[in-house]
């Protein structure tokens, strides 16, 4: 694999990581969150578990994702810390 | 306080980080991982499971049991999802809204009076968020066969492709979850009901454990298929195969009604009332 790729697609994750924790915006959290998760995803697939990466992608960005939004919808959108 | 947490924060991962440069460099034959049983697992499980996918068989088959627990951990998810939020006291929320289907108009209408018993011109809607997105509900209405043809696929043909009964039962649940999210959450109960569900949770369970003990009934150890090859009439390493396939679909069928357990309370607040 382009360790040029790996290093980008790491930097995203790191990126994801930090800012769904730093972001006030919930939603925005559980969208970044999401993001993290495909990117963890990609990681996987590069490093060749795919079955590891198949289930991230469906229950990491998939089912998670709404989840999150489903439960940010019935209680607040902002944090207080 | 704060500075307290943050140098507690770096100085665990720092820590972590620390320690992971005594692991084996990635991919490295030589490493205690791929030493002792990887071989074993590369070298002889498709001549004893003819599953071509050495993950599936590892997952179902040399650790059967520890998937068997990864399920009922999922069971006990859906389980708690609803001892947590589940609201059983049935109360009228004080108005409701309704859409008179001809005319397209919205109706709000008080507590203790409702549309003409027997009429199909209303159609009760969501008090927060009602769209009526004609493009939106068509859509979803082509996607979620395809993706549901598309689980079934990823749970039978976990044996030779990535995937299995986790990733095809959780897409599977996903699109009911997008049909509920497209039309509303009281269409999604005539599609899955919350008993249905409760019912599908212990069934995949039932019949992964089941299947274990079908093997023990034929004078096996617990969960070893190749016992099964005397009532599937099929040679021992074959049975094997089957066994797994059982097992898989015990998963899938226990985690797509998680799912839609999970979503139903979260997006309802545990009334299934109203929803996202």
Known sequence: MIWQIELIVLLIVLICGIGAIMVKDLLGAAILFGAYSFMMCLLWAIMGAVDVAFTEASVGAGVSTVLFVAAVFRTSRRTKD | M????????????????????????WGDPQAPASMHVSPRYIERTIEETSVPNIVTAVLADYRGYDTMFETIVIFTAGIASILLLRV????????????????????????????????????????????????VK??????????QIFALYVIAHGHHS???????????????????????????????????????????????????????FFGSNFLDYGALSHILGVDPVTARSHGILMVEIG??????????????????????????
Not at chain 2, 138 to 147: E, H, Y
């Open chain 2, 88 to 135: 059983l006291k049935r109360t009228k929320s004080e108005r409701q809204m309704y859409r008179h289907v001809p005319t397209g108009l919205t109706l709000r209408i008080e507590k203790g009076f409702g549309p003409p018993p027997g009429s199909k011109d209303f159609e009760r809607i969501d008090l927060m968020w009602v769209p009526y997105d004609l493009i």
């Open chain 2, 162 to 216: 990535p995937g299995g009964g986790f990733q095809g039962g959780v897409i599977l649940g996903a699109s009911i979850i997008l049909f509920a999210i497209s039309n509303n959450l009281r269409s999604s109960f005539t599609l899955i009901s919350e008993k249905l569900a409760v019912l599908l949770c212990g069934l995949g369970v039932i019949l992964y454990a089941g299947t274990g003990a079908l093997c023990m």
């Open chain 2, 2 to 25: 704060k500075i307290l947490k943050i140098v507690t924060v770096l100085l665990f991962g720092g820590l972590l980080i620390y320690f992971t440069l005594d692991f084996p460099p």
């Open chain 2, 138 to 147: 068509t859509g979803s209405r082509l996607i979620v066969p395809f993706s």
């Open chain 2, 251 to 276: 998963v899938g069928i226990c985690v797509m009604a998680v799912m839609v357990l999970l979503y139903y309370n979260l997006a309802s607040a545990g009334r299934h009332d109203e929803g996202l």
